[in-house]
Every structure is written in C-alpha cells, then in structure tokens.
T-cell receptor, first 115, second 109 residues
Framework: IAGITQAPTSQILAAGRRMTLRCTQD?????MYWYRQDLGLGLRLIHY???????GKGEVPDGYSVSRANTDDFPLTLASAVPSQTSVYFC??????????????FGEGSRLTVL | GQNIDQPTEMTATEGAIVQINCTYQ??????LFWYQQHAGEAPTFLSY??LDGLEEKGRFSSFLSRSKGYSYLLLKELQMKDSASYLC??????????WGAGTKLIIKP
C-alpha cells in the first residue's frame, strides 16, 4: 500500500540523547515536511524539503535538523533532546505537479517523550 | 501576524447536522483545506476550497468566502465515527500552510 512510513511509533528518550525519526514515502512526492503537534496548538512546521537535495526551516526549527539525500527519505534528527521536544511528530508529503492541490499525506506519527 | 480561528470543541447528536466554522487572517490566500484527525491517528484530507462557494462531497460540504476570510465544514447525518478533531488550514501567498488548532467534535447517541 502506497503511503508514508514513520519509525519509531513511540520512544522514550533521556534528555541530552541524540534521536533520529525516520520517514519514507513511496508516492514519488517532491515535497516533504516534518510537523510537531502539541495539545491545544495547531500543527507546527519544523523543517521542509521541496525536492531532493534541498531543505528549509519552518516555524520551529531550533534543536532539529533534516536531510533529503533522495526523494523517498526525510529523516529528522534531534541532536540533544530536551523535555520541551516531547511531542507527537508527523511526517507528510505532497505532490507539486500542476494538478496537485497541495493536499498533504501524513505518516502515522511518532510519539516522543523526553525525560 | 497570521492566524486561524476555530472553536475548540463542539457537541452534536447522532443523525443531526453540525457546522464547524473557521476564520482566517493570512498574508495572501492560495486555498483552504479541511482535515479530519481521529484521536491518536494522523490527519486525513477532507476538502479543498480555492474559489468562493460550496463544495459537496457526500455527507461533508465545505464553504468558502474569501472576502470574509471565512469557511465552514458542514457534516450531515452525523455518525458516531465522525467523532474526531477537524483541522482548518490556509495556504498563504508564500505557499506556507497555516494551521488552526482544530475543533474537537463529540457525537452523542
């Protein structure tokens, strides 16, 4: 089944540890995104990539980094986790063709707890 | 600043109709999206409006008025499975998606 796969589904992490959340899509979408979702707040964009080889900063990029070596993969790394990074993280992708509306396709989410 | 406003929570009865409103103030406009998100799950696409008027898709309809910065999502013949959060998002002139905090819809028998 085509879609986006995230791993891990959930993780408990000690503060100061490094963590990489993985995201893979098989829809050949050019654009990919990382969001965090916290109770009472809208989805907040962390980083995005419009095409393989390029990345950009979103609304809340501090403490996070991304890479886009190819079309399918878009990992998110927390270099040194802090408790405020406790959240649910969603990876998403969208097509950028002339007939695409910009609809986002989301992964199932990664629930991260930093202690 | 840019912001999207929608009610935090709404309650409705199974079989009834409910309207979820969304007002927005953004730098430019390139479309408005509605997503559904069940608890513990990922958001899924419901509708997209870029022109004024009503878009109907089965039990769900979405309305847009660009001059008023206003949209609503109309859900008819409510079912228990419609209990979820409904997220409004606007694509601004820089093609950035601005998200509302979501409306939690509770359906009672």
């Amino acid at each position: 089944i085509a879609g986006i796969t995230q791993a891990p589904t959930s993780q408990i992490l000690a503060a100061g540890r490094r963590m990489t959340l993985r995201c893979t899509q098989d829809m050949r979408h050019n654009a990919m995104y990382w969001y965090r979702q916290d109770l009472g707040l809208g989805l907040r964009l962390i980083h995005y990539s419009n095409t393989a080889g390029t990345t950009g900063k979103g609304e809340v990029p501090d403490g996070y980094s991304v890479s886009r070596a190819n079309t399918d993969d878009f990992p998110l790394t927390l270099a040194s986790a802090v408790p405020s990074q406790t959240s649910v993280y969603f990876c998403a992708s969208s097509g950028t063709g002339s007939e695409d509306t910009g609809e986002l396709f989301f992964g199932e989410g990664s629930r991260l707890t930093v202690l | 600043g840019q912001n999207i406003d929608q009610p935090t929570e709404m309650t409705a009865t199974e079989g009834a109709i409910v309207q979820i409103n969304c007002t927005y103030q953004t730098s430019g406009f390139n479309g408005l999206f509605w997503y559904q998100q069940h608890a513990g799950e990922a958001p899924t696409f419901l509708s997209y409006n870029v022109l004024d008027g009503l878009e109907e898709k089965g039990r769900f309809s979405s309305f847009l008025s660009r001059s008023k910065g206003y949209s609503y999502l109309l859900l008819k013949e409510l079912q228990m499975k419609d209990s979820a959060s409904y997220l409004c998002a606007v694509l601004n002139s820089n093609y950035q998606l601005i998200w509302g905090a979501g409306t939690k819809l509770i359906i009672k028998p």
